[in-house]
């Protein structure tokens, strides 16, 4: 199957943070390196946390469970609805997955 090119600000999913931890942001950039078909779009960084947007829904919902068994905190994952496929007319959504540790 040959990949499609997205262009750089495209995005899926944001990938909420919370608090801010650096074994947290290193293993998400080591999963990532595992799938040269995701990448990050932006990332804001705010004072109790960061939010990364992902170019993949269905990745950031599995790093998502990932982080949840690896970290033990919470997770919580909502959509919203974007768009309607022009070919297909089915409907698209964008996640968001909010990872919060445990203090």
Same mark, same amino acid.
């Given at each position: 199957?040959k990949?499609t090119?997205?262009?750089?600000q495209?995005?899926?999913a944001?990938l909420q943070?919370?608090?801010l931890?650096g074994p947290?942001?290193?293993?998400?950039?080591?999963?990532? +390196?595992?799938?040269?078909?995701?990448f @990050? =779009?932006?990332k804001?960084e705010?004072?109790?946390?960061i939010?990364?947007? $992902?170019s993949s829904n269905?990745?950031?919902k599995?790093?998502?469970?990932?982080?949840?068994k +690896?970290f033990?905190?919470?997770l919580k @994952? =909502?959509?919203?609805?974007?768009s309607?496929n022009r070919?297909?007319s089915? $409907?698209l959504y964008?996640?968001t997955?909010?990872?919060?540790?445990k203090e």
């Amino acid at each position: 199957m040959k990949p499609t090119i997205k262009h750089a600000q495209y995005f899926e999913a944001i990938l909420q943070l919370r608090p801010l931890n650096g074994p947290l942001v290193d293993f998400i950039l080591e999963e990532l +390196k595992k799938r040269p078909d995701v990448f @990050i =779009s932006k990332k804001v960084e705010y004072k109790n946390g960061i939010d990364l947007y $992902l170019s993949s829904n269905a990745f950031a919902k599995k790093i998502g469970q990932k982080l949840k068994k +690896k970290f033990n905190g919470e997770l919580k @994952i =909502s959509r919203a609805l974007y768009s309607t496929n022009r070919m297909t007319s089915k $409907l698209l959504y964008r996640l968001t997955v909010l990872f919060r540790m445990k203090e």
